[in-house]
């Protein structure tokens, strides 16, 4: 998946983050299949339990069901059409979620050989603030981190100053 390019400020920042927050005792629903960050958490000691790939526009079955205490959302909801549904379904009392910001020096990310690896949303703080708390959520706490590439040019410049990522911890309001 990352092809020699392993995230790997964004994986300290995200687990320094969720440490945070979340304990080891409460149980987590990560949305998205299993992947490298998933199995960062359960190494930690963190109880991850994944959704399935499913589209989660259509089908929030695993989230509406789920009793875990905490759902995770690393750079999931900027891939759904419409995220307000699936957040409005969560029946968790907590949320940490992560997202990748719009950038204004460039487009949208779309691969064009796998559909399920496209950006629909590419949000800015405010609007991702007001997502959740339209959906029923209070914010608690948040972080912003850059994403600095090896690459000459304008662009990966800018990228060193630019925040491209932003995390969320957010408590269900009652």
Do not use: C
């Amino acid at each position: 998946m990352y092809e020699n390019n392993f995230p790997n400020k964004r994986y300290r920042h995200t687990l320094a983050f969720l440490q945070k927050h979340v304990t080891t005792k409460e149980s987590i629903l990560d949305l998205g299949v299993e992947n490298p960050f998933s199995e960062i958490m359960k190494a930690k000691g963190y109880q991850v339990e994944n959704t399935k790939g499913e589209d989660l526009d259509i089908d929030f079955a695993a989230v509406a069901q789920s009793d875990a205490d905490v759902v995770t959302a690393f750079e999931i909801f900027e891939h759904l059409v419409a995220p307000f549904n699936v957040l409005k379904e969560m029946k968790a009392k907590k949320l940490v979620a992560s997202i990748p910001m719009r950038l204004w020096f460039s487009s949208a990310y779309r691969s064009k050989t796998d559909p399920w690896d496209r950006h629909y949303h590419e949000f800015e703080d405010w609007q991702f603030d007001w997502l959740l708390e339209k959906a029923g959520w209070t914010i608690k706490d948040t972080a912003k981190w850059t994403n600095p590439t090896k690459k000459i040019g304008i662009r990966p410049l800018l990228r060193y100053f630019t925040n491209r990522y932003y995390i969320v911890y957010a408590e269900r309001n009652d």
